[in-house]
């Protein structure tokens, strides 16, 4: 299995609403990672998890809240978000260790906030 | 700060044109440098490279590292119109937990 999944695909949700985004990858990867990519830009880092642990928080407003319970699989808990947080968000995960750090990304979970 | 600056922002091309596309990088601790081809979806990886001098080489698509000068090529000869997309030059280093900070990126549009 050499993928990045992600679900949903598509989400609506509106400002008051309580939703999840999942990722999941059986490639025994150690380090994970959400990015947001906004239209017409590069995706830019929001965490970083390595070892199931949280590295990394770009300083990512507190309703974007993320969590790893196991090493394949990384959540992000959506809450009383704002239109302007609709993007595409992307997982994507790394080996860890030595020279080979491609990352590779799941499809992404297109989110729109209204 | 560390900067990726991605040149020309956009480019049209005719189908079978060979094109270049420049990344340059101002970085501390460099890692490694990665092209990444995005079209409507999520970026798929193309090259890492972490030597200098070392082309890297996948079909029509070539790559390679300049540590010295700080940049970056990607080469596509014979375009297709399949090659059109985003192009995406990323830098890892050990800063930011090897995650990926891009840069604008290139479009290409290859026409037929």
């Known amino acids: 299995d050499t993928e990045v999944t992600q679900t949903p695909k598509h989400l609506v949700m509106g400002m008051t609403n309580k939703k999840s985004l999942k990722c999941e990858q059986h490639m025994g990867h150690r380090a994970m990672y959400w990015y947001k990519q906004k239209a017409k830009k590069p995706p830019e880092l929001m965490f970083v998890y390595s070892y199931e642990k949280l590295s990394i928080n770009e300083s990512v407003p507190s309703r974007f809240s993320p969590e790893c319970p196991n090493s394949s699989l990384l959540n992000l808990h959506l809450h009383a978000l704002q239109p302007e947080d609709s993007a595409l968000y992307l997982c994507a995960s790394r080996v860890t260790g030595g020279l080979y750090n491609e990352q590779f990304f799941g499809p992404g979970t297109r989110l729109t906030v209204l | 700060e560390d900067k990726v600056v991605q040149s020309p922002l956009s480019l049209v091309v005719h189908e079978g044109d060979t094109v270049t596309l420049n990344c340059s990088y101002e970085?501390?601790?460099?890692?490694?440098l990665l092209w990444y081809k995005q079209e409507k979806k999520a970026p798929t990886f193309l090259f890492m490279l972490t030597s200098s001098g070392i082309e890297k080489k996948s079909g029509r698509l070539s790559s390679i590292l300049d540590k010295k000068e700080l940049f970056s090529i990607l080469n596509i000869t014979a375009t297709q119109t399949g090659d059109s997309a985003i192009y995406l030059c990323a830098e890892s280093n050990s800063n930011s937990g090897y995650a990926l900070n891009f840069g604008k990126g290139t479009s290409l549009l290859v026409t037929p």
């Open positions: 970085v501390t601790n460099f890692r490694s």
